[in-house]
């Protein structure tokens, strides 16, 4: 008995090993990958500014911003929310800074911490109102976005008179401050931006979160199936909450950013680009319905927007060809990621 179970045993077949193609599939970004190669091999081979130092550095430069925000937003997506406030809030904490360093006369520093407090405050308060009321993000967050647009112009004329506010440069901290978020790094003839550093390392981070903590099983089981999340012990609330003070965060780094890069911020800034973030992050293999994404692949999805944006530039076509490329863009990942989506759950079963 015991020599005929250890023939079977050893004639049994051996678990078979998902071919590369297969495990190359069920990778949300690989898509966005392919598609960044496209892309750059097409404006490489057609312009020879696409690949000097300086046209590295530009498209690095364009997509760097747009990045740290889609990598927070491809977080929320997955967790099944959108933050239609993420682009606005990039001026809201701007001017929350400039505000204070300018007209208040406080240290840069101190202002930049009130204006994060307040970054994530209105995060926080998206997170609830959100869980609490059961009301879809969208609707929660395009109140957030209008309430913002309008505090950003509103309180900007009411101080200074105009819609823009200016002259940080003169304020305390700005030095140190300058240096932290706005600093460049010469790289031979290219001068890279620290918000492109910003950018590498709050991808780095978010990937790390997502698939090596806790913290990121429960961003995807809240986004793949809020009531089996809520049934196994996932703290789905806090999850969300934070989730969404995430994303503002994001926004005060790039806000941040800016202000200190060109010394002033104007109160409509950042209106319009929640899209683009979602879109990025759509293009990164993010599903519109949650539970599937990766960071990784929104930061390559924010590249594709950066070396396509200034690939048309620097090809010297008309700019307005850059909407027909987002449209064709985001309908073309939409297919792709569905089909990638439902391949991968067709291997895990």
């Given at each position: 008995?015991?020599?005929?179970?250890?023939?079977?045993?050893?004639?049994?077949?051996?678990?078979?090993?998902?071919?590369?193609?297969?495990?190359?599939?069920?990778?949300?970004?690989?898509g966005a990958g392919l598609g960044a190669l496209m892309v750059f091999v097409f404006f490489a081979v057609i312009t020879d500014r696409f690949l000097s130092p300086l046209g590295v550095a530009t498209w690095l430069d364009d997509a760097s911003t747009l990045g740290i925000m889609a990598v927070a937003v491809a977080l929320l997506m997955i967790g099944g929310e959108f933050d239609l406030s993420a682009g606005v809030m990039t001026a809201s904490t701007a001017l929350v800074t400039a505000m204070l360093?300018?007209?208040?006369?406080?240290?840069?520093?101190?202002?930049?911490?009130?204006?994060?407090?307040?970054?994530?405050?209105?995060?926080?308060?998206?997170?609830?109102?959100?869980?609490?009321?059961?009301?879809?993000?969208?609707?929660?967050?395009?109140?957030?976005?209008?309430?913002?647009?309008?505090?950003?112009?509103?309180?900007?004329?009411?101080?200074?008179?105009?819609?823009?506010?200016?002259?940080?440069?003169?304020?305390?901290?700005?030095?140190?401050?300058?240096?932290?978020?706005?600093?460049?790094?010469?790289?031979?003839?290219?001068?890279?931006?620290?918000?492109?550093?910003?950018?590498?390392?709050?991808?780095?981070?978010?990937?790390?979160?997502?698939?090596?903590?806790?913290?990121?099983?429960?961003?995807?089981?809240?986004?793949?199936?809020?009531?089996?999340?809520?049934?196994?012990?996932?703290?789905?609330?806090?999850?969300?909450?934070?989730?969404?003070?995430?994303?503002?965060?994001?926004?005060?780094?790039?806000?941040?950013?800016?202000?200190?890069?060109?010394?002033?911020?104007?109160?409509?800034?950042?209106?319009?680009?929640?899209?683009?973030?979602?879109?990025?992050?759509?293009?990164?293999?993010?599903?519109?319905?949650?539970?599937?994404?990766?960071?990784?692949?929104?930061?390559?999805?924010?590249?594709?927007?950066?070396?396509?944006?200034?690939?048309?530039?620097?090809?010297?076509?008309?700019?307005?060809?850059?909407?027909?490329?987002?449209?064709?863009?985001?309908?073309?990942?939409?297919?792709?990621?569905?089909?990638?989506?439902?391949?991968?759950?067709?291997?895990?079963?």
């Open positions: 008995m015991t020599d005929t179970a250890t023939v079977s045993e050893s004639t049994a077949p051996a678990a078979i090993k998902p071919s590369l193609l297969n495990r190359l599939i069920v990778r949300p970004e690989i360093a300018v007209h208040a006369g406080w240290n840069v520093w101190f202002a930049l911490g009130v204006s994060l407090l307040f970054a994530l405050a209105v995060g926080a308060l998206n997170g609830w109102v959100v869980m609490r009321t059961g009301l879809p993000s969208f609707i929660v967050t395009l109140g957030t976005f209008l309430a913002l647009q309008g505090l950003n112009l509103g309180v900007t004329r009411l101080v200074t008179g105009t819609v823009q506010v200016s002259g940080i440069r003169s304020a305390p901290g700005y030095a140190s401050a300058g240096w932290v978020f706005a600093a460049t790094t010469n790289l031979g003839d290219a001068r890279i931006q620290a918000s492109v550093l910003w950018w590498i390392a709050v991808t780095a981070v978010a990937t790390l979160v997502l698939v090596r903590t806790r913290f990121g099983n429960w961003i995807y089981a809240v986004g793949g199936s809020l009531p089996s999340a809520r049934a196994v012990g996932v703290p789905a609330a806090r999850t969300k909450i934070l989730l969404f003070m995430g994303t503002a965060f994001a926004g005060w780094i790039v806000g941040s950013c800016n202000l200190l890069r060109f010394a002033s911020v104007q109160a409509n800034q950042g209106v319009g680009l929640e899209f683009q973030y979602i879109i990025a992050a759509v293009v990164g293999g993010c599903l519109l319905t949650g539970g599937f994404g990766s960071v990784l692949g929104a930061a390559i999805g924010a590249l594709i927007f950066g070396m396509a944006r200034q690939g048309i530039v620097f090809a010297r076509w008309d700019s307005d060809w850059f909407m027909l490329f987002l449209g064709v863009l985001l309908l073309a990942a939409v297919l792709v990621n569905n089909a990638f989506a439902k391949r991968a759950e067709r291997l895990r079963r």
